[in-house]
């Protein structure tokens, strides 16, 4: 089955630096031509080229002359009747109707120019010298009827839309600027942010441009499209490095290479679905005073199928890629949640802190919390108890997991089965077989101990159920289900086993890391059910499918707002190569059956600390019916 993501939010954007002939309009058109063709056969919708990339950005006082500009008419007219199939948005010089002189951004589609936003602010200062030739557009506004070109608008107040799309323009020092025109265009409707650019290099210059744009991308919520001048540009005084830029809600999706002589382009699809998801859900966003005046022009639509998405999809979008901000993000997390039970902990004045082990990676992890969190109150480690409660289902290599990772510590470990009191509370209510009223009793008794031990201790019951466990309902309401504070609460399982593993590589002497090590290689298991042979029966995953998928359909259910076709149409490229898209719909169907009907479970959650964007507390970042009806969301997997 064929897949085209523009039913599912994406549009396709191309950026472009072209090989510069100096202020030869008629030579710069026909370069641009050949990349305009090259983009379009991509599937670009849209193409950017660079600040005044008619004539190049250097031309100095020749921006005067009447052959210069004679000749941009000229040029701009060959790319506009070639703008069929795709929407070229190109930097030109343009004379008004009263002579003054503009910088602007000629927006070409359908064969025709469709309009032009000019640039507000021109710098005069350092090398800069805009204001010798150009005057600032912010309070421009004429139409021109040109019997060649058409009629268009010359205004900053202008939005674009095509393909369900509405995209606004700045130029170079716009974004620069304290109040750049972005602002205005995003809170007006603008989802794509064009800025055509002519931005010399200095040293360092190239990381600030970047973060300039990755960051008015996140504080507009929108995506940023950024072409920047070339090398051919003059160099008397300044070198351009042809930098294209593409951010898109804080995140740099494209940062190209600079200092090519040649032509170059990136084409990029941006995610609009998730944009709007964002902004509708960011009410500092939504209540911001809109600016009023501003035109949407209405573009021919454009696109075509985009069978394949030319962005990486992270199959595992919790965890980052990049070893070294994981590592950062590994001591932040651990920090957020130790930092989280200690003040809990001096708020209630608890004098201990009370965990039950079982050897698997959620309670490991909580259990390094509390050591953390004790290193950070500066208490004994004798503050923390810790509590192994075997039952009929606990193998032995989990119960030996256990009693390393105590000893490795130096924390005194208590065991307490609950073989007997399971037998006897399950033969007082006539109950036998083993099923799932077997498996909760044992999950509550083990709660139930825990709870009456930290009374006991005057200490508070230390949670260990983890985000991906309270999105599938993967706990036994009012037993594993509850803590006095669940530090693992929205730490997904796929970054439990990560963090886990980064401990052991930098806080953990060479006994604790094989231990840890030893409970990495451990398959996930509530252990329920008898043992077989001493070895595990129960395997999580084979009862309710990867992890890794469950967290990536979470992910973008509260992310991006994604419903079951792009779930699936996502998750089948991100997983290409390791599952097929059967076995993906097979088990997104088990993730959207559980995540609606056990949000009763999440309803009473107890508390814990938020450590990123994804959260399941009901008293912050979701809050949902428990009786809300699943049917339809089953109904669109089922005819997927």
Same mark, same amino acid.
């Given at each position: 089955?064929?897949?085209?993501?523009?039913?599912?939010?994406?549009?396709?954007?191309?950026?472009?630096?072209?090989?510069?002939?100096?202020?030869?309009?008629?030579?710069?058109?026909?370069?641009?031509?050949?990349?305009?063709?090259?983009?379009?056969?991509?599937?670009?919708?849209?193409?950017?080229?660079?600040?005044?990339?008619?004539?190049?950005?250097?031309?100095?006082?020749?921006?005067?002359?009447?052959?210069?500009?004679?000749?941009?008419?000229?040029?701009?007219?060959?790319?506009?009747?070639?703008?069929?199939?795709?929407?070229?948005?190109?930097?030109?010089?343009?004379?008004?109707?009263?002579?003054?002189?503009?910088?602007?951004?000629?927006?070409?589609?359908?064969?025709?120019?469709?309009?032009?936003?000019?640039?507000?602010?021109?710098?005069?200062?350092?090398?800069?010298?805009?204001?010798?030739?150009?005057?600032?557009?912010?309070?421009?506004?004429?139409?021109?009827?040109?019997?060649?070109?058409?009629?268009?608008?010359?205004?900053?107040?202008?939005?674009?839309?095509?393909?369900?799309?509405?995209?606004?323009?700045?130029?170079?020092?716009?974004?620069?600027?304290?109040?750049?025109?972005?602002?205005?265009?995003?809170?007006?409707? /603008? =989802? !794509? %942010?064009?800025?055509? *650019?002519?931005?010399?290099?200095?040293?360092?210059? +190239?990381?600030?441009?970047?973060? $300039? #744009?990755?960051?008015?991308?996140?504080?507009?919520?929108?995506?940023?499209?950024?072409?920047?001048?070339?090398?051919?540009?003059?160099?008397?005084?300044?070198?351009?490095?042809?930098?294209?830029?593409?951010?898109?809600?804080?995140?740099?999706?494209?940062?190209?290479?600079?200092?090519?002589?040649?032509?170059?382009?990136?084409?990029?699809?941006?995610?609009?679905?998730?944009?709007?998801?964002?902004?509708?859900?960011?009410?500092?966003?939504?209540?911001?005073?809109?600016?009023?005046?501003?035109?949407?022009?209405?573009?021919?639509?454009?696109?075509?199928?985009?069978?394949?998405?030319?962005?990486?999809?992270?199959?595992?979008?919790?965890?980052?890629?990049?070893?070294?901000?994981?590592?950062?993000?590994? /001591? =932040? !997390? %651990?920090?957020?949640? *130790?930092?989280?039970?200690?003040?809990?902990?001096? +708020?209630?004045?608890?004098?201990? $802190? #009370?965990?039950?082990?079982?050897?698997?990676?959620?309670?490991?992890?909580?259990?390094?919390?509390?050591?953390?969190?004790?290193?950070?109150?500066?208490?004994?480690?004798?503050?923390?108890?810790?509590?192994?409660?075997?039952?009929?289902?606990?193998?032995?290599?989990?119960?030996?997991?256990?009693?390393?990772?105590?000893?490795?510590?130096?924390?005194?470990?208590?065991?307490?089965?609950?073989?007997?009191?399971?037998?006897?509370?399950?033969?007082?209510?006539?109950?036998?077989?083993?099923?799932?009223?077997?498996?909760?009793?044992?999950?509550?008794?083990?709660?139930?101990?825990?709870?009456?031990?930290?009374?006991?201790?005057?200490?508070?019951?230390?949670?260990?159920?983890?985000?991906?466990?309270?999105?599938?309902?993967?706990?036994?309401?009012?037993?594993?289900?509850?803590?006095?504070?669940?530090?693992?609460?929205?730490?997904?399982?796929?970054?439990?086993?990560?963090?886990?593993?980064?401990?052991?590589?930098?806080?953990?002497?060479?006994?604790?890391?094989?231990?840890?090590?030893?409970?990495?290689?451990?398959?996930?298991?509530?252990?329920?059910?008898?043992?077989?042979?001493?070895?595990?029966?129960?395997?999580?995953?084979?009862?309710?499918?990867?992890?890794?998928?469950?967290?990536?359909?979470?992910?973008?259910?509260?992310?991006?707002?994604?419903?079951?076709?792009?779930?699936?149409?996502?998750?089948?490229?991100?997983?290409?190569?390791?599952?097929?898209?059967?076995?993906?719909?097979?088990?997104?169907?088990?993730?959207?059956?559980?995540?609606?009907?056990?949000?009763?479970?999440?309803?009473?959650?107890?508390?814990?600390?938020?450590?990123?964007?994804?959260?399941?507390?009901?008293?912050?970042?979701?809050?949902?019916?428990?009786?809300?009806?699943?049917?339809?969301?089953?109904?669109?997997?089922?005819?997927?």
């Amino acid at each position: 089955m064929t897949t085209d993501f523009r039913h599912h939010g994406f549009i396709r954007v191309a950026t472009a630096t072209p090989q510069l002939s100096l202020a030869d309009p008629s030579a710069n058109a026909n370069t641009m031509m050949e990349t305009l063709e090259a983009t379009r056969a991509a599937g670009a919708s849209l193409l950017l080229f660079p600040e005044l990339a008619i004539t190049g950005y250097s031309c100095e006082d020749l921006f005067h002359t009447d052959m210069l500009l004679a000749a941009c008419r000229d040029a701009l007219l060959v790319l506009a009747r070639a703008s069929t199939g795709i929407t070229v948005v190109v930097g030109t010089p343009w004379v008004l109707a009263d002579g003054r002189l503009i910088n602007a951004a000629a927006v070409l589609a359908g064969g025709r120019i469709a309009g032009l936003v000019p640039k507000s602010c021109h710098p005069n200062y350092g090398e800069f010298y805009e204001q010798r030739w150009f005057v600032s557009g912010s309070g421009i506004d004429e139409t021109v009827t040109d019997t060649m070109l058409g009629t268009f608008r010359i205004s900053r107040r202008q939005l674009f839309s095509q393909d369900g799309c509405t995209f606004g323009i700045e130029i170079c020092e716009d974004l620069w600027s304290p109040d750049p025109p972005s602002t205005s265009a995003a809170l007006a409707g /603008a =989802e !794509i %942010i064009l800025n055509p *650019s002519a931005s010399n290099e200095l040293v360092g210059k +190239a990381e600030y441009r970047s973060d $300039l #744009v990755r960051m008015t991308s996140a504080r507009t919520i929108s995506a940023y499209v950024y072409a920047g001048s070339g090398p051919l540009e003059s160099t008397k005084d300044t070198v351009f490095g042809g930098h294209r830029l593409i951010a898109e809600n804080g995140v740099t999706l494209l940062n190209s290479p600079r200092f090519g002589f040649e032509s170059a382009h990136a084409v990029v699809d941006i995610d609009l679905l998730r944009l709007r998801y964002e902004r509708r859900r960011n009410t500092t966003f939504a209540q911001t005073v809109r600016p009023q005046n501003f035109e949407r022009v209405l573009l021919p639509d454009v696109s075509r199928p985009i069978t394949s998405l030319s962005r990486h999809i992270p199959a595992w979008p919790f965890v980052p890629e990049d070893a070294e901000q994981f590592a950062r993000r590994a /001591a =932040e !997390i %651990i920090a957020i949640q *130790s930092t989280g039970l200690a003040r809990r902990m001096l +708020a209630s004045r608890a004098k201990t $802190l #009370v965990i039950g082990l079982s050897g698997g990676l959620d309670s490991t992890l909580a259990y390094l919390v509390c050591l953390e969190t004790l290193k950070r109150l500066k208490q004994p480690v004798s503050a923390l108890h810790a509590l192994t409660l075997p039952g009929p289902g606990t193998s032995q290599h989990t119960f030996d997991s256990v009693l390393e990772l105590a000893r490795c510590t130096g924390v005194a470990v208590r065991e307490i089965p609950i073989h007997d009191a399971v037998r006897d509370h399950l033969q007082a209510l006539g109950h036998s077989a083993e099923d799932v009223v077997f498996e909760n009793a044992q999950a509550r008794e083990r709660t139930q101990i825990l709870f009456n031990y930290a009374n006991q201790q005057g200490g508070i019951v230390v949670g260990t159920g983890d985000l991906s466990e309270l999105a599938l309902g993967w706990c036994t309401f009012n037993a594993d289900h509850m803590a006095n504070y669940n530090v693992n609460a929205s730490v997904p399982k796929t970054m439990i086993a990560y963090l886990v593993r980064w401990y052991a590589q930098h806080r953990a002497d060479a006994a604790l890391a094989a231990v840890l090590e030893r409970i990495l290689a451990t398959p996930i298991s509530p252990e329920l059910l008898p043992t077989k042979d001493g070895e595990i029966a129960q395997r999580t995953e084979d009862l309710i499918g990867p992890y890794a998928l469950h967290d990536f359909f979470l992910y973008q259910l509260l992310r991006t707002g994604a419903g079951p076709a792009r779930m699936l149409a996502l998750a089948t490229q991100a997983f290409a190569g390791t599952y097929e898209r059967e076995f993906i719909r097979k088990w997104l169907r088990v993730f959207v059956q559980r995540f609606f009907t056990q949000q009763f479970k999440r309803t009473t959650l107890p508390p814990g600390p938020k450590v990123g964007t994804v959260s399941l507390s009901p008293r912050g970042d979701w809050r949902m019916p428990d009786e809300a009806m699943v049917e339809r969301w089953l109904e669109q997997i089922d005819s997927l």
